[in-house]
C-alpha cells in the first residue's frame, strides 16, 4: 500500500496519460474494420499499474447531511389544554401548555417561566374574556363555586382566596360578663377570689372586666425609688462581661478625643 505522499505524484501522471489510453483503445466497428483495416497498440505495463490506481477514494470527513438525517422529525412536546372548562382542579395543577403567551393568567392562577399556565387555588376552571383589563388577550382562571362566573363585575365583593363560600351571618349570643380574677398571698398561700374591679389610686369603682393596672414608666422607676443602683463595672469580675462592650465603646470615645485635641494643637503650632 503507497502512502499519500507517494500517491500525489502518480495520479498527476494518471491524469496526463488516461486520456491518451482511452483514445489508444480499440473501437468496435464491424464494417469499418473490415474495409479498413486499422492496427492498434497494446497498453504499456506502466500504464497496467497505473490504472487500479483511479478507482482509489478516500473520504477526509463524513458528508454533511448525515450529521442531521435523524434530528428532522423530533417527538411531539404535547401541548395545549390538559383541563377543560369546568374540571375541578387542585393548586398547583397544570391547565394549560404552550409556546408564547396564547393565553395569560387570569383569576386564582399564574403562569410559568416556559408560559405553563396552573392554578393556585383548588376550584373550577374557566377560560374568559376580560374587555375591560385587555380587549383582544384570552384568560384562564379559576372559581370557587362550581356555578362560578368570570370576570367579576368591577365592583363586586372579592372572594376569599380560602375556598369558602359567603353566607348569612347569624346573631352572636350574648356573653355575660366576668369579673376579674385577683390573686392575693397570704400565710396559707396563694388566693385566687372573684371581686369587683377597682382603682388602687382612687377607689373608683371600674366597669367589670377591667382592673387599674400601673404604667410602665412607673414600674420601670421601681428600683431607683427604692434606692437600688448598678455596681461600678470591674475588668477583673467575670460576672460582668456584659459591660464590656459599653466601657470598650467609652475608651474609644477617649481616645477619639485626645486625637482630636492633638491636632488641634499641631495645627496652632504651624500656624
Known amino acids: 500500500m503507497l502512502q499519500p505522499r507517494l500517491l500525489a505524484p502518480f495520479r498527476v501522471l494518471e491524469r496526463a496519460i488516461a486520456p491518451s489510453l482511452r483514445a489508444a483503445q480499440p473501437i468496435s466497428r464491424p464494417s469499418s474494420s473490415i474495409l479498413h483495416p486499422r492496427t492498434t497498440s497494446a497498453p504499456s505495463p506502466f500504464s497496467k499499474s497505473l490504472l487500479p490506481l483511479s478507482h482509489v477514494r478516500h473520504a477526509s470527513h463524513a458528508t454533511q447531511g448525515a450529521a442531521n438525517r435523524h434530528s428532522r422529525d423530533p417527538a411531539g412536546k404535547r401541548l395545549g389544554a390538559k383541563r377543560t372548562g369546568g374540571e375541578y382542579v387542585v393548586p398547583g395543577c397544570i391547565i394549560f401548555r404552550q409556546r408564547g403567551t396564547k393565553w395569560f393568567a387570569g383569576e386564582n392562577c399564574a403562569i410559568g417561566r416556559d408560559h ?27 372559581v370557587f363555586e362550581k356555578d362560578g362566573k368570570l370576570p367579576t363585575p368591577r365592583n363586586a365583593p372579592t372572594r376569599r382566596k380560602l375556598n369558602r363560600v359567603a353566607i348569612a351571618r347569624t346573631p352572636d349570643v350574648p356573653v355575660e360578663p366576668q369579673s376579674d380574677l385577683v390573686a392575693t398571698t397570704g400565710k396559707d398561700g396563694t388566693m385566687v377570689a372573684s371581686v369587683q374591679a377597682t382603682d388602687a389610686a382612687t377607689g373608683a369603682q371600674l366597669r367589670p372586666g377591667y382592673m387599674y393596672r400601673q404604667a410602665n414608666w412607673q414600674i420601670g422607676r421601681a428600683a431607683e425609688k427604692a434606692g437600688i443602683t448598678a455596681k461600678p463595672y470591674n475588668r477583673n469580675n467575670r460576672w460582668m462581661a456584659w459591660r464590656k462592650r459599653q466601657a470598650r465603646a467609652q475608651r474609644a470615645a477617649q481616645m477619639k478625643s485626645l486625637k482630636n485635641k492633638k491636632s488641634a494643637k499641631k495645627g496652632k503650632g504651624g500656624r
Open 116 to 142: 405553563t399556565i396552573y392554578a393556585t387555588e383548588a376550584g373550577y376552571v374557566r377560560y374568559y374574556l376580560d374587555p375591560e383589563r385587555h380587549s383582544e388577550r384570552k384568560y384562564i382562571g379559576v
